[in-house]
């Protein structure tokens, strides 16, 4: 009778949690586990029960697990993108930088990259220096190898090809469009 109140709290728990039985026979979140009867049914012996619950244990732990992983993932993208917004001037700034500074991976890293921000490590960064540069141009007047240097690009030629395939615009012409709108 104790191992039966047990098996029900446990099971009800893993419902509380709003886990549920997928396909592949692991545990996802938010949808409903079979009913405890349904569950007790296709389990008819107390050893058949126990070893279901074990089961169900294992794969709410590893859901856990796997939860605990994801977040930890978020956070140091979170860390990983504040760094690349204090520091995108770096012309030194690379994905194997990055996987050295944060002790990760560098395939990984390119991997878990893509997955949260839906770009790749190159074009994240090159997006920020742009944003950068249309802020610098848009600011004051300065030199086109001036803000391609500090934005970091060491080639102000190829800096003037990457902002126009950023924003349609060459660097001259969007500097006196910047500042005619203010």
């Known amino acids: 009778a104790e191992g039966m109140a047990l098996a029900n709290c446990l099971y009800r728990a893993l419902a509380d949690y709003g886990f549920e039985l997928n396909q592949r026979g ?5 949808a409903a586990l079979p009913s405890w009867s349904e569950f007790r049914a296709e389990h008819d012996s107390p050893g058949e029960l126990r070893i279901g619950l074990a089961a169900l244990a294992g794969r709410f732990l590893d859901g856990l ?3 605990k992983r994801n977040l930890g993932a978020k956070q140091m993208m979170s860390e990983i993108k504040e760094y690349i917004r ?22 990984y890293l390119s991997e878990l990259f893509r997955q949260e921000t839906g770009e790749t490590f190159k074009q994240y960064l090159t997006r920020i220096r742009i944003e950068k540069a249309k802020e610098l141009l848009a600011e004051k007047e300065m030199k086109i190898a001036d803000v391609a240097y500090l934005v970091g690009f060491n080639d102000p030629l190829y800096f003037s090809s990457v902002f126009r395939k950023q924003t349609g615009l060459a660097v001259k012409d969007f500097g006196s469009a910047g500042r005619d709108e203010s």
């Open 65 to 67: 697990r796997q939860e």
């Open 26 to 30: 692991g545990l996802s979140a938010n």
């Open 86 to 107: 204090k520091y995108y001037y770096d012309s030194e700034l690379t994905l194997g930088v990055l996987s050295k500074h944060y002790y990760i991976n560098r395939s």
